[in-house]
């Protein structure tokens, strides 16, 4: 994986700007800790910074092939799965290779098919390809939106990058924040409407859209969607069909010329993919290496409920002995735990989830001693419904996002000045409402299966996005590439049309793939009832951020102020957030998260030097 920064400026000349190339690529320098390099050409500057997984002596970016009489030129973000499939068919139509590495695959392939050439990759991407002849840039991002991509139009320039830092680096771009910004900060975040960048005039491009920017202007386009079909299969052979997709992603994803290894928490997810790499590694006579992460003291303080059932690190233990990995149990202080709120905000460029994106970033510092590539389970909860709110009537019925109904606990502590010149209600209500806008509908499907569709859809597009966002952004800050098989847009594509009687098969959430896993994981482990990603219930945690959100309450110079209660923030530190009982975003997120969510947000206001335009 690697980070790709570029500029398009029809009427400058761009070969003397190498500079700014090099500060937007440099300011992600963690994505890419193995090579730089930059390219010019008179209209264009492209920048690369590159984590090397693949042909360390061909691979590298910017990659430039000359063919017939134009001449093409890539930035790419990414890994292909189907790499050298595409490359004995490019190969039978004639085409030659100067490296066995899938960005010169992916370069050849527009070459040969154009955009049209998205249709064959199976991978996780994001690019930019310059064409010399026709004078346009094409941007492209992998069809689940696992590799970011963002872009901004502005004083006629195109300007794109991996990061929303790559973008603010330039100098054309100020880092300012209007209502739309702050209502997708206070009122959706830590998750984030789909193609918005939050800071005014910055994008993202969307999962399976793709982009062409010439002297004609801007057209962005989705080259893959859902596509609401019938679904055929009976129960046992969609089973199969599952266990045979997931199979073949995951030992796809196990390519690499550098070390592999899992992420292994002991649940379903995580467990299925260790099971499948582990037997993989032992047919080659090799061992794989796992990696589990939980917090000091943590089994003293844990408490059983509806989102997180029971704790981890009984099963981490039983199912790694069990598959006979080189298991790697990796702890977190508390007070790590919360001194790294700031590092995963000047990460993300956002706020994010508070200490679940602040703990995976020390997890992925620690896993890179020992590898550069890890697989991980995300993703499969949104595909086969794996969620309590999947289930919850309260849910169900809500006319709003599943996974955060108490937006009025997050509007208490915003102050009454923002709350009477924006309708943060409105905002979420209307994006809510666009987003099943988009639902491909299938004709003379019941209603309660057609809601069904609807909520898979909405986790899919806003929930998933927000957990690969942080996946993304905390892995490569550590020079660590994670690869998600759940997101092989096949096995998306297939589960879209399962009906839900087979995904909750048995009465159980992820019944089908529990199914599907027969034989692969031990009964006990594969029935197991879903566990989150573990936080910590130590109080001492909650004591630690109360007391650095009472610094910054005292601070009269803290941006935070601005848009605060200061009352109610205060009730919230006194309180320790005790009252908030109902997590306001996803599963683990109650008190004490919010608290580090205020946190991250004076954070962001200070790094960023954010411009408030309200």
Known sequence: MCGIAGWIDFERNLVDEDKI???????????????????????????????????????????????GENEYTIVYNGELYNTEDIRAELKLLGYTFMSYSDTEVLLTSYIEWGPDCLDRLNGIFAFGIWDERNQRLFMARDRMGVKPLFYTVKNGSLIFASEI????????????????????????????????????????????????????????????????????????????????????????????????????????????????????????????????????????????????????????????????TNHHKVYISNSDLADALTDAVRIRDLPGMADVDSSLLLFCREIKKGATVALSGECADEIFGGYPWFRMKEALEADTFP??????????????????????????????????????????????????????????????????????????????????????????EYVWNVPWDMKFHGGREKGLLREALKGILPDDVRLRKKSPYPKTHNPQYTSIVKMKLKSIMDDSASPLLQIVDTGAVNNLIDTGGEYITRPWYGQLMTGPQMMAYLIQVDAWLKENKVIIEV
């Not at 020079?479 to 096949?490: A, F, I, M, S, T």
């Open 21 to 67: 190339a090099a500060d937007m690529a440099n300011t992600m320098s963690h994505r890419g800790p193995d090579a730089y390099g930059v390219w010019l050409k008179n209209h264009v500057a492209f920048s690369h910074r590159r984590l090397i997984v693949v042909d360390p002596a061909g691979g590298g970016q910017p990659m430039t092939k000359v063919w």
């Open 403 to 492: 996974w955060s109904l108490s937006l009025d606990e997050r509007l208490k502590v915003i102050s009454s000045g923002l709350r009477e010149r924006i309708d943060f209600e409105g905002y979420v209500r209307d994006r809510y409402k666009e987003t099943l806008n988009e639902v491909p509908q299938l004709e003379g499907e019941g209603p309660e299966e057609a809601g069904r569709r609807r909520l898979f859809y909405l986790n899919i597009n806003w929930f998933m996005q927000t957990l690969l966002d942080r996946k993304d952004r905390m892995s490569m800050a550590s020079g660590l590439e994670v690869r998600v098989p759940y997101c092989d847009h096949r096995i998306v």
């Open 165 to 324: 830092k790559g973008i603010l680096a330039h100098p054309y771009i100020e880092p300012v924040i209007d209502e739309t910004g702050l209502a997708e900060v206070l009122a959706i975040g830590p998750g984030r409407t789909p193609g918005q960048g939050v800071f005014k005039g910055i994008k993202e491009l969307r999962p399976g859209q793709a982009l062409i920017y010439s002297r004609d202007g801007l057209k962005v386009w989705r080259y893959w969607s859902f596509k609401s079909i019938p679904h055929r299969d009976d129960f046992e052979t969609t089973a199969a069909k599952v266990r045979e997709l997931v199979v073949d992603s995951v030992k796809r994803q196990l390519v690499s010329d550098v070390p592999v290894c899992t992420f292994l928490s002991g649940g379903l997810d995580s467990s299925a993919i260790t099971a499948i790499a582990s037997k993989a590694y032992r047919d080659k006579g090799s061992i794989l290496d796992s990696y589990s992460v939980d917090y000091v003291d943590n089994e003293k303080y844990f408490k059983s409920g509806d989102f997180q059932p029971d704790a981890d690190f009984m099963w981490v233990d039983r199912v790694s002995h069990c598959l006979g």
